[in-house]
């Protein structure tokens, strides 16, 4: 079964923190790298953070020193420790890995989680 479910979202003011968490199914995590992606109103869905199975990471420019992604390869979750938010950070967030998986012919996402940051 291919899952992805996201949580951890809220409203908080900007300069505040975040964690997000994204459990996977096997089938997905497996040795593929995971990412963070976020997609605000209007706009495409970008690449914020992504790690390996080995524990490498990148960051977009827009979030480099500030957010923290990890991952527990046991519990098949990837995190992303979000602090000094900003509102452009708005927007909501989905995990995926690298290739991402294909259900039913079209590319598979879970429901996101929606960060809202206040200024």
């Known amino acids: 079964q291919v899952q992805l479910v996201e949580s951890g979202g809220g409203l908080v003011q900007a300069g505040g923190s975040l964690r997000l968490s994204c459990a996977a199914s096997?089938?997905?995590?497996?040795?593929?790298?995971m990412g963070w992606y976020r997609q605000a109103p209007g706009k495409q869905r970008d690449l914020v953070a992504q790690i390996t199975r080995g524990g490498r990471t990148n960051y977009s420019d827009s979030v480099k020193g500030r957010f923290t992604i990890t991952r527990d390869n046991a519990k098949n979750t990837v995190y992303l420790q979000m602090n000094s938010l900003k509102p452009e950070d708005t927007a909501v967030y989905y995990c995926?890995?690298?290739?991402?998986?294909?259900?039913?012919?079209?590319?598979?996402w879970g429901q996101g989680t929606q960060v809202t940051v206040s200024s």
């Open positions: 096997g089938s997905i995590f497996g040795i593929a790298p």
């Open positions: 995926n890995s690298d290739p991402r998986p294909i259900v039913s012919g079209r590319e598979y």
